[in-house]
């Protein structure tokens, strides 16, 4: 029988790596990368046959589990009509309207116009774009361990596959380029006000993580995006909130909707999504302030074209999995996180494993070391964890049938289909993963 270890040489002969995104590759936990074949609830099941609660859950889209019969349904029925025309489509207008409609505090929207695109990294590449053609100005600010995407400005610093391969930026990208981009430490607001006054009349733009998750979760400073919202609209900038990994997971609203959900202290002025907007098909989307989408094409003087944005079988997968994410969807999801942060500090306690729980609504991850018992704020810190217990608790996990992202610098997602069955043999694993962090040593 063909093995994950077989494919995995054979992809390795003609895909570079032997992968489509780097941090699949196991590359800073070892081993072989499992090859899935089929995912259903909860759980997915490899090519040799072993099945896995999955805790990765398509880095985020999977909200509702793997192959959802309404999801599926909706897919099914949109092929059969056609994959695609180049043409406008009716769901592509009810889709922009659901996120109007769920993206709202109050009466306030945060998403007055949408435009569809295909992913995360062409979602934030045109909005700082956009916030270019807005203003008038060139320069970007972003905030060390964030991770918008692979564009070429945006790759200093970043965190998820680039802090996983602990790479500084990446080959290919023009000084000129990079010197466009300035970054300061996360949650520091005096080091962005001191950017600010050298540089705040070139500045278009501040873009952050609505709240950390490419480096672990890191969540932001108690009215730290609001101060944001402030500085940037004090200096004629605009301030663009990625939540390609909040938006529509930890809320109906996102983290804007969560932050603000006692009532509206801050709006961005673009936000962008994926991952959930797209129900695990390649959908991603930008979004915010009217008079600045208007600066888009045809409207506008900004260009942004895509032939298979708003693909219609795409957009089937997202509108079908929005309409299922109500209320008691949002209620799984944080008990689940509940459960499985519970369960898996206690077991690190118990063998005496320093740790610090991260966590954003139900994103969250576990950064490991007597230096972030206190708490991890930044990228600093991020880094200064022993990250090496990572390896040896992750595969304690794969051996006991969990699936956890393949690096510590990434978030752990759970899904609305886990089940009794599910959080189980998660609680059956972690006592055995937490010992083997214990055990583990640091490298020579």
Do not use: C
Request: hydrophobic content about 45%.
């Amino acid at each position: 029988m063909t093995s994950s270890s077989d494919l995995f040489d054979r992809a390795r002969a003609v895909i570079p790596g032997g992968v489509n995104s780097p941090v699949r590759a196991f590359g800073s936990v070892g081993g072989t990368p499992r090859m899935m074949v089929s995912g259903r609830g909860a759980y997915v099941t490899d090519v040799d046959g072993n099945e896995y609660v999955d805790l990765v859950n398509s880095w985020g889209p999977a909200i509702l589990g793997h192959a959802h019969p309404r999801v599926v349904r909706a897919v099914q029925d949109a092929a059969a009509r056609g994959l695609g025309f180049g043409a406008t489509t009716p769901a592509e207008t009810e889709l922009a309207e659901l996120v109007h409609e769920r993206v709202a505090v109050d009466g306030t929207h945060a998403v007055e116009k949408l435009r569809l695109v295909s992913t995360g990294t062409e979602a934030t590449m045109t909005a700082i774009r956009l916030a270019r053609g807005f203003t008038g100005r060139d320069l970007l600010v972003k905030f060390a361990g964030h991770y918008h995407g692979h564009s070429d400005g945006l790759l200093a610093e970043s965190g998820s596959g680039v802090a996983t391969l602990a790479l500084p930026g990446s080959a290919g990208v023009p000084a000129a380029i990079a010197a466009q981009t300035l970054v300061v430490p996360y949650n520091d607001l005096d080091a962005l006000r001191e950017v600010f006054s050298v540089h705040g009349d070139r500045i278009a733009a501040v873009i952050t993580e609505a709240a950390a998750a490419n480096m672990g979760v890191v969540a932001p400073m108690p009215g730290f995006n609001a101060a944001l919202a402030r500085l940037t609209a004090d200096n004629g900038s605009l301030l663009i909130s990625d939540e390609v990994l909040t938006g529509f997971r930890v809320s109906a609203a996102g983290w804007w909707g969560h932050e603000n959900r006692d009532g509206v202290e801050w709006t961005p002025d673009l936000v962008t999504f994926g991952k959930v907007i797209g129900g695990g098909l390649p959908v991603a989307a930008l979004g915010g302030r009217s008079d600045v989408m208007d600066q888009l094409a045809p409207s506008g003087p900004v260009y942004q074209a895509g032939t298979l944005s708003g693909n219609p079988v795409a957009v089937a997968a997202g509108l079908e999995t929005l309409r299922l994410a109500d209320a008691a969807v949002y209620r799984t999801l944080d008990t689940a996180a509940d459960i499985v942060i519970w369960a898996t500090s206690m077991a690190l306690e118990n063998e005496g494993v320093p740790y610090s729980v991260q966590r954003a609504g139900n994103l969250f991850s576990f950064a490991f070391g007597e230096t972030v018992a206190g708490g991890v704020h930044n990228y600093a810190d991020v880094r200064a964890q022993e990250a090496w217990r990572y390896p040896p608790f992750f595969h304690a996990m794969l051996d006991a049938g969990v699936s956890l992202p393949p690096s510590v610098f990434e978030a752990w997602f759970v899904s609305a289909a886990l089940d009794e069955g599910a959080i189980r043999r998660i609680l059956a694993a972690v006592p055995v993963a937490a010992r083997a962090a214990a055990a583990a040593a640091p490298p020579a």
